[in-house]
């Protein structure tokens, strides 16, 4: 194993990225070594771009990735009790040291609301170690759970859903889909396109995909939407076409995966009297947005939830589901383009001008 690793370095808010040599880890008895295999840019990396988040530069990008064991600290087991060996590829649950001794771990049962929580790619230092995926190797460090990736998935299929596949499940576990209702979701990005496909997966009925260009609308119809709506469309008339496909109720069910804050005044329009809305494209400060609490909250009897990260569970559902049904939701094919660790700068942008629908890293193209 060589003693240090090359990576992607976000110095800090609009500066350039750079590659640094990280030494490499010395594996405590738990830990492990990956050999990355993709790594995605997600929209939560262009808002650490822009200083909309509070982090500790310099940092490694990268927080759900997949990889290749390549050493070990002693004996490593999944949560079933299944070693996991040199040579396996996994993924793992970025989020780790939730303490499960606060009161958001033990009282409100809201782990992702610890405060303790640590994330891969997010609050660590560069510093610290290899502790991003946009990095030839990253640090298992002890106690962060591995999936092993089964041999009927393969890896591009989880990475192309990456980030947004367990945003989107657990979104839609919030959502509590009864078989046959309606469902219109706002945002045709990642998180959206995973949301129409486990939608539709739940046995959603109509399934209204919402959002730009059109060939993201194209790409929903792949992944199970019934009916597309371009940004084009006026907002008022998107509402009216809602109306007219729901028997004139509005959606049982509204996920706004935008992240526009007129969405969320939009979708409440959308859904019907009593119906559900789940909020998951709001991780970082938009704006805001005028509400009318007596029409479109109170008198409508609305369901309003707000959705904050992931748990294990959904990590783990998700890779079980994405094995399950890569044949039938081209996740895979959500994959714009692929972007050694020379091109990251390259890959933020088309993230971020929304050129590309999923960019991930390949530091190792070798192994590719
Ligand atoms: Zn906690
Ligand atoms: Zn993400």
Request: charged fraction near 20%; aromatic fraction near 6%; charge should be neutral.
């Amino acid at each position: 194993m060589p003693n240090t690793h090359a990576a992607v370095v976000m110095p800090g808010p609009s500066q350039p990225l750079r590659i640094d040599e990280i030494p490499s880890p010395k594996l405590e008895p738990g830990a492990a070594l990956l050999r990355t295999l993709y790594s995605e840019v997600c929209g939560t990396d262009v808002h650490l771009f822009h200083g909309k988040l509070s982090v500790p530069f310099p940092i490694i990008p990268g927080h759900v990735s997949v990889g290749v064991v390549e050493a070990t600290g002693g004996n490593l087991k999944d949560i079933e009790g299944a070693p996991i060996k040199e040579g396996d590829t996994v993924t793992f649950l970025d989020v780790h040291e939730t303490c499960n001794n606060c009161y958001y771990c033990l009282v409100a049962r809201q782990p992702t609301k610890c405060p303790k929580r640590k994330v891969y790619g997010i609050s660590y230092s560069s510093t610290e170690g290899p502790l991003g995926g946009w990095s030839e190797a990253i640090w298992m460090k002890p106690g962060v759970k591995m999936i092993k990736i089964p041999k009927e998935l393969t890896p591009e299929t989880f990475i192309g859903g990456g980030c947004g596949l367990v945003t989107a499940l657990h979104s839609i576990d919030m959502a509590d889909i009864k078989l046959g209702e309606s469902v219109a979701v706002l945002g045709a990005g990642p998180v959206g396109q995973s949301c129409v496909a486990f939608a539709s997966l739940s046995g959603a009925g109509e399934i209204i995909a919402i959002g730009a260009p059109q060939s993201r609308l194209d790409y929903a119809k792949k992944m199970g939407a019934t009916y597309t709506l371009n940004l084009d469309v006026p907002a008022v008339a998107r509402t009216e076409t809602v109306r007219r496909l729901t028997g004139g109720r509005g959606v049982d069910v509204v996920i706004e995966a935008s992240g526009a804050p007129e969405a969320v005044s939009q979708g409440l329009d959308m859904v019907r009297d009593g119906g559900r809305m789940v909020i998951c494209g709001h991780y970082t400060d938009n704006g805001a947005v005028e509400i009318h609490p007596h029409w479109q909250l109170n008198r409508k009897h609305v369901d309003l939830k707000g959705c904050w990260g992931s748990r294990y569970d959904h990590f783990h559902r998700a890779v079980a589901l994405t094995a399950r049904y890569g044949h039938l939701k081209p996740w895979r094919d959500m994959v714009s383009g692929r972007y050694e660790l020379d091109k990251a700068a390259d890959a933020l942008r088309a993230v971020e001008e929304r050129t590309a629908l999923k960019a991930i890293i390949t530091p190792n193209p070798k192994l590719v």
